[in-house]
């Protein structure tokens, strides 16, 4: 699923993150860099051990932050690592997804990345709910892309078929009514 957000495309797409070929593809770390398991463990193992050690000189990152480094193996030219909040029900989880999502877009930005592709941050094994996610998601994408056009394309890759139906549901409730919103090439109006 497509839509044109400012002069930027966003697409939902289900799949694997490490086969993405853009600009950057953002891994949902943890604080130490570490590998780990989920998507950062599938990123280090296609990337080769490279990106483990340029990790380790990194020193580590905090909840909400983004660092950037080298793809290595990866079909992507670099890796834009944040960490996204463990899920406690608390006040403080939406903003720190939020500022996830924001400093990968705008460290991607700052590096004159053009495109770049997220995972579902923070809803594996750090809990959070997919559909809450999702929104948080959606909206700070949207948002940033409306004031920044410097980013051509960001895409929403999502591993299993239940959270890519969430996305797009999602999607389509926050973004119909913008001005310009395509959905595969076809104009959606602001009343369906
Ligand atoms: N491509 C796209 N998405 C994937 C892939 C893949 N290859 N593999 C898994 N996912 P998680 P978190 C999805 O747990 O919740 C690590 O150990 C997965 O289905 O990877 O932020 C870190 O070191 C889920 O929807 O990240 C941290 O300790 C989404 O990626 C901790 O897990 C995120 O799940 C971070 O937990």
């Given at each position: 699923m497509e839509f044109k957000i400012g002069k930027s495309k966003f697409v939902i797409i289900q799949g694997d993150?490490?086969?993405q070929a853009t600009d950057a593809i953002v891994n949902a770390a943890n604080k130490y860099l570490s590998p780990g398991g989920?998507?950062?463990?599938?990123?280090?193992?296609?990337?080769?051990?490279?990106?483990?050690?340029e990790c380790k000189r990194l020193k580590g990152c905090k909840t909400g932050e983004a660092k950037i480094t080298e793809g290595y193996n990866l079909p992507a030219k670099h890796v834009?690592?944040?960490v996204g909040p463990v899920y406690g029900g608390k006040a403080d989880d939406k903003i720190d997804l939020k500022n996830s999502y924001r400093n990968c877009l705008l460290t991607a930005a700052e590096n004159k990345l053009k495109s770049i592709s997220f995972p579902s941050i923070s809803t594996g094994i750090f809990g959070y709910p997919v559909k809450?996610?999702?929104?948080?998601?959606?909206k700070t994408i949207a948002d940033f892309l409306k004031e920044n056009s410097q980013i051509e394309l960001v895409q929403m890759i999502l591993f299993g078929n239940s959270d890519f139906e969430i996305y797009k549901k999602t999607a389509l409730k926050y973004l119909k009514k913008s001005d310009k919103i395509c959905m595969n090439n076809r104009a959606i109006s602001s009343d369906g």
């Open positions: 993150i490490t086969k989920g998507v950062s463990g599938a990123i280090h193992k296609a990337s080769g051990c490279g990106l483990a050690d834009i690592h944040t809450e996610a999702a929104e948080i998601a959606v």
